[in-house]
């Protein structure tokens, strides 16, 4: 056996005992999620273990949780639809025409990557209560429904395709708006799928602003409510594990469907850079 061919297999190793690690959670998160009994210091005896799925059975029984969950789905859909539609727009203004301030509005872009995300919770508390909408749809979709990491990455994908297409297609009478559709959707489906995921992911995860943002129960999001489904000194963990996996299970098969997708973004996004 070569030298090359050891140095393969220890990185292929290495690669496994890395992934079972970070896999550690996950398969701790499903134990509990899916045991009898769990001790609050947080050990679980497989000696003793019992699968059961009556955790998920009486978490399906409590409504409470019935309306934060429809209130995610329809928060994060709506907010990545909109920033799919107005990032695409966006970058490929910013990527094909000329314009006054269009190097002004790219520096605005780029430095508001640089905010932290914690320093505009106030301002969008106050601005939201001047505007009427606070503890409505609109205070917890209107804000996210463009971000500036989407207009960057579909600016900087888009601005490295060629634009002979877009050219030709104006030639034969096409619009703006079938060129878009038409060549420039087709051409940035891996971008699409990076940026869908991604936006997906952060708002269904989101816990600061729809927790500042919204007071009613009507209003909580599925991590909201999870915080809140445990009282004081009243901690059923399997149950608390069980509503956990519920909240994971969406994002990890939306990341399933397009894990292709995304490494080809990925990777197309980091050679085109």
């Not at 979709?141 to 600016?155: C, D, Y």
Request: glycine share 6%; net charge positive.
């Amino acid at each position: 056996m070569t030298t090359v061919a050891l140095k393969s297999y220890g990185k292929v190793a290495v690669a496994i005992v890395i992934a079972l690690i970070m896999l550690l959670p996950f398969v701790y998160l499903l134990l509990g999620a899916l045991a009898s009994t769990f001790s609050l210091t947080g050990t679980i005896d497989l000696s003793s273990y019992r699968l059961t799925f009556a955790n998920f059975a009486t978490l399906f029984a409590r409504a409470e949780l019935y309306l934060p969950l429809v209130n995610s789905i329809a928060v994060a859909v709506i907010v990545t639809l909109g920033n799919l539609f107005f990032c695409t727009l966006c970058g490929y203004v910013l990527a094909r025409r000329k314009f006054r301030g269009k190097g002004f509005l790219m520096v605005t872009v780029v430095l508001i990557l640089m905010v932290p995300v914690h320093v505009v919770i106030i301002p969008l508390y106050l601005m939201t209560n001047w505007l009427g909408i606070f503890d409505s749809y609109l205070a917890l979709i209107l804000p996210f429904l463009v971000s500036p990491l989407g207009i960057f990455l579909m600016r900087q994908y888009i601005s490295a395709i060629p634009p002979d297409m877009e050219d030709s297609a104006r030639l034969e009478g096409a619009s703006e708006l079938t060129i878009i559709w038409r060549i420039v959707i087709p051409l940035c489906k891996p971008a699409l799928a990076v940026l869908a995921v991604q936006t997906f992911m952060v708002n269904w995860n989101s816990f600061i602003y729809p927790f500042i943002l919204t007071s009613s129960e009507s209003m909580r999001t599925l991590p909201v409510a999870l915080a809140l489904l445990q009282g004081y000194q009243n901690i059923d963990v399997p149950q608390l594990f069980a509503a956990s996996v519920i909240s994971v299970l969406p994002t990890t098969l939306l990341f399933a469907a397009y894990s292709k997708k995304i490494t080809e973004g990925i990777i197309a996004g980091a050679l085109k850079g």
